[in-house]
């Protein structure tokens, strides 16, 4: 079932889900938004995909049933933990029509992307916002070099299953296939919001170890590497990084004590 849903605002997007009568959609802590009076929340350690399922969901019955449920959901909150991520999702059920709303945590654009059973989808950290119970909520953990020195660091979420999830991503997105581009497309390792499965994503270094080599980590503002995404399928990259963002807000606090090139205007005391 498909989730009917409304991507909104411009600056800083929400999604505004409407759930059919049983219908049941979850979400990352600290994303909840709003709902209707007649949707139920409930707040969870285990994600679908996890070992948390309801008595009735058949998860084996007896001792043996609740502790694989048990060991499924520790596990799943283990690798949550490791990833920095958040260690509870929140579950809304409608008793009737009903309404929820969900927002990012960053200014920029979200994106429902539709799961087919197919292929798998992959983003970065935080990405996540909300899903259909049918979609399952994973970690994968980049290995070796890519994983260092990546933008996502070790860490990828990745959805599987059918249903509809909804991802965010800072400033404005851009859809692009590298298929359209030679079979390979080379972007700042914090530009990469979310890919699908069959992309292969690595990280090479930019130029060697020479004057532009270094005059390109040093001033050009990519740092010593590049993300690599290969093959066809879509891809989907942000124009504003969380670096970025971190940088422009470090600067704009330090502009008040820097005179007539900072915080001419400023009225901040301290």
Known sequence: ???????????????VVSLKPGQ???CEAGKFLFKTANVSMETRLGGPGGGQRSPQGGGGGGMGG????????????????????????????????????FA?????EMRALELNGSRAWFAEKDAFVAAESTVEFGIAFQGGRTGMSG?????????????????????NFIDLDPADFGGRIEVDTGCVVA??????YGVQRVGG????????AVFGGEGLSLAT?????????????????????????????????GGMFSTHAG
């Open 1 to 15: 079932m498909t989730l009917q849903q409304e991507i909104v605002g411009n600056a800083m997007q929400m999604a």
């Open 24 to 26: 049941t959609v979850y």
């Open 66 to 101: 609740m502790l694989r449920q048990a060991m499924g959901t520790a596990m799943q909150v283990g690798q949550r933990a490791l990833a920095g991520e958040s260690l509870a999702f929140q579950y809304f059920t409608s008793q009737g029509e009903g309404t929820v709303g």
């Open 104 to 108: 990012g945590v960053l200014p920029g």
């Open 151 to 171: 933008g996502e660091g070790f860490i990828l979420e990745k959805f599987t299953g059918l249903g509809t999830v909804i991802i965010c991503g800072a400033g």
């Open 195 to 200: 890919f699908e499965e069959g992309i292969r």
């Open 209 to 216: 170890l020479n004057r532009q080599g270094i005059m390109n």
């Open 229 to 261: 995404l290969e093959g066809q399928g879509r891809v989907i990259l942000q124009s504003l990084t969380i670096e970025g963002l971190a940088n422009a807000l470090k600067k704009a606090q330090g502009g008040d004590k820097q005179g007539p090139t």
